[in-house]
């Protein structure tokens, strides 16, 4: 069985945050212990609607030394493919879930002597995991968080109450934005910096922080891509011999997936490496989205991470 | 001449590089010896304007040329334990964005290294670039006592007075490689010293 290994949970509270944002509280069935994860940690959350299975990550934003429950937020996105609204609207408190194992593609180094860390919106999420991991570890931190407004700034109550001299909340709709120069200048030698956030926000900020001259093991990002519906297309399995037809509001992976053949796959946003499947051919465009391919095997159409990548053209073939 | 092409060996051998100018806006630079070529190499006017250089001459005579560098900062010292606190006030008062560039002798790059990595610079993220005596720094692993500048290998330990046989296991901890007792089975039964590369 590909990715993690399974949870069955059961929802046990649903709480609206904000017009955007839901929390949900995910407890085991069999009422033991769950396994405990690192700051920064995600879980794949499987969401049965009809026909459709969608896996979705979230980080985890609960105390990671909690093992009765994981709690996650959610940000509705009307845009999306709809495992958002899922959650938003048929989840109800009593049903049984499926969450993956916690997994960790945006964990502290906890070399570092400090802990810089700059959230967008939901971007938060892994930071207050993380900030609960630090505070038992008495490490040192600060966080700089940019919502839209202060209607839209999820946690930034409990952030600034529990932690008035850590945390420093910026809205968009008062003109406040991260003075990032002068952050990112003063900070003592071992500074690690975090960013969570739109891609737009993670650019900037490894943008800067490589051209002040932090280096390369210092800068930290995550940015979780949904996969973006797209034209649909038919690819060919050469392994399987199948041909599967990838439709517009699903992934390459889901389809695969539909087609019952068990792929690779750990955080299904085109960040961690595991699903990477090699092109047979390709006679079209590969629409490549992903984080993780290096720009030269992009350019060569030889790879592709099916995860959240697509296809344009007339035929495509993986070695799957 | 002070260039040494390091024959392939086991993955615990550091590699060094080459010095390249990096972005940012203070460069902390530690040499000995025949090191100071190395920062002569790529020395510009805006790179210097920024830069603590901390030399270590050893007998040889390039410390007018850097001096003419007009770096920020220039000290020249007797050996390398007399610069340690030197070394340790600068990191201790720097910030992210600091270079470091590390070029000399292996003893030097390994022992400056640990000081900066032990100040939160990661190990990847320091320029070194060898120059002059291929000497190494070594370990005792008997005794635990460092003999500085081996040039032939077996050498006699000059803590405890073992005959040890010079390995290519280094460690970044103590910026030193093993050294192994040569004769532990037959006593005396010692080969010729010769070059540790020959």
């Known amino acids: 069985m590909s990715g993690a290994e399974k949870i069955a949970v059961r929802v046990t509270d649903i709480v609206p945050l904000n017009e955007l944002v839901t929390r949900f509280r995910f407890e085991p069935v069999d009422g033991g212990l769950l396994p405990t994860f690192s700051g920064g940690?995600?879980?794949?959350?499987?969401?049965?609607?009809?026909?459709?299975?969608?896996?979705?990550?979230?980080?985890?934003?609960?105390?990671?030394?909690?093992?009765?429950?994981?709690?996650?937020?959610?940000?509705?996105?009307?845009?999306?493919?709809?495992?958002?609204?899922?959650?938003?609207?048929?989840?109800?408190?009593?049903?049984?879930?499926?969450?993956?194992?916690?997994?960790?593609?945006?964990?502290?180094?906890?070399?570092?002597?400090?802990?810089?860390?700059?959230?967008?919106?939901i971007g938060i999420t892994p930071f207050l995991a993380q900030i609960k991991q630090l505070d038992r570890a008495h490490g040192t931190w600060e966080l700089h968080y940019a919502c839209r407004s202060e209607a839209l700034g999820s946690y930034v109550d409990y952030l600034t109450g529990t932690h008035p001299n850590d945390v420093h909340v910026y809205y968009d709709d008062r003109d406040q934005t991260i003075d990032l120069d002068t952050l990112l200048d003063g900070q003592p030698l071992g500074t690690h910096v975090y960013v969570c956030g739109p891609k737009g926000m993670i650019d900037w900020v490894r943008g800067k922080a490589h051209g002040m001259g932090w280096p390369r093991e210092a800068i930290h990002y995550e940015e979780f891509l949904a996969p973006k519906p797209g034209k649909p297309f038919e690819v060919k399995l050469a392994l399987s011999n199948k041909v599967v037809q990838v439709g517009e509001n699903e992934s390459l992976l889901e389809a695969i997936e539909r087609a019952g053949i068990d792929a690779p796959y750990l955080c299904r946003g085109g960040a961690c490496g595991q699903c990477e499947t090699a092109v047979v051919q390709a006679n079209g465009e590969i629409v490549h989205r992903d984080h993780w391919l290096e720009d030269d095997e992009k350019a060569s159409d030889t790879k592709i991470m099916p995860c959240v990548s697509r296809f344009e053209g007339k035929t495509l073939v993986l070695d799957r | 001449m002070s260039k040494f092409e390091f024959p392939p060996s086991i993955r615990s051998r550091p590699v060094w590089g080459t010095l390249e100018a990096r972005a940012g806006k203070h460069h902390l630079m530690i040499a000995d010896a025949d090191g100071a070529e190395a920062i002569l190499g790529i020395a510009t006017p805006d790179l210097m304007a920024g830069a603590h250089v901390i030399y270590i001459p050893r007998g040889a005579s390039h410390a007018d040329a850097l001096r003419a560098l007009n770096p920020a900062q220039f000290y020249e010292g007797p050996s390398y334990p007399a610069a340690v606190t030197r070394i340790e006030r600068v990191l201790q008062d720097a910030h992210m964005g600091l270079q470091v560039y590390l070029t000399g002798t292996e003893g030097l790059m390994g022992q400056a290294m640990h000081l900066a990595m032990q100040a939160g610079i990661p190990h990847t993220a320091i320029q070194t670039e060898h120059r002059g005596s291929v000497a190494r720094r070594m370990q005792c692993v008997h005794c635990k006592g460092i003999t500085e500048d081996v040039e032939t290998d077996p050498f006699v330990c000059g803590h405890c007075g073992l005959n040890l046989f010079v390995r290519d296991h280094y460690s970044r901890r103590l910026a030193a490689y093993q050294g192994v007792c040569i004769d532990a089975e037959d006593p005396g039964n010692v080969p010729e010293p010769k070059g540790i590369y020959e």
């Open chain 1, 41 to 121: 940690a995600h879980t794949v959350v499987e969401m049965r609607d009809g026909d459709i299975t969608r896996l979705n990550p979230y980080s985890l934003m609960s105390d990671p030394f909690d093992r009765s429950a994981y709690t996650i937020s959610v940000r509705r996105d009307d845009a999306g493919r709809g495992g958002s609204k899922f959650l938003h609207e048929k989840v109800q408190i009593g049903d049984e879930m499926t969450v993956s194992n916690p997994v960790n593609l945006f964990s502290l180094d906890l070399r570092a002597k400090k802990h810089l860390m700059i959230a967008g919106g």
